[in-house]
């Protein structure tokens, strides 16, 4: 089995900053992309910004410049860095992995996190 066990989430002041993490567990031969979306109220679940083995980025318009994303992959663990938060950034934030269990490539499967709430609110 697989886990990924997210954390940080909370409630900031606009302008403030935030640290998410999300570290995976449990079968794992290798990782290759992990990322994180997220999912406002009454919206489709979004990119915000994901990785691949920590060399290439890709980041959501919306977040540019003020969210960096980062790994560590001796820990399988990926950070999202939040600053100059605004409202419109409040969502049940999701991570992801992308996951092979064994060297076989038919073992290669996404998995998900259990969501953390940020609140962007004065």
């Known amino acids: 089995q697989v886990q990924l066990v997210e954390s940080g989430g909370g409630l900031v002041h606009p302008g403030g900053s935030l640290r998410l993490s999300c570290a995976a567990s449990?079968?794992?031969?290798?990782?290759?992309?992990m990322g994180w979306y997220r999912q406002a109220p009454g919206k489709q679940r979004e990119l915000v910004a994901s990785?691949?083995?920590?060399?290439?980025?890709n980041y959501a318009d919306s977040v540019k410049g003020r969210f960096t994303i980062s790994r560590d992959n001796a820990k399988n663990t990926v950070y999202l860095q939040m600053n100059s938060l605004k409202p419109e950034d409040t969502a049940v934030y999701y991570c992801y992995a992308s996951i092979r269990r064994t060297p076989a490539p038919w073992s290669a499967g996404d998995y998900w996190g259990q969501g953390t709430q940020v609140t962007v609110s004065s």
């Open positions: 990785t691949a083995n920590g060399a290439s980025t």
């Open positions: 449990g079968s794992i031969f290798s990782i290759n992309a």
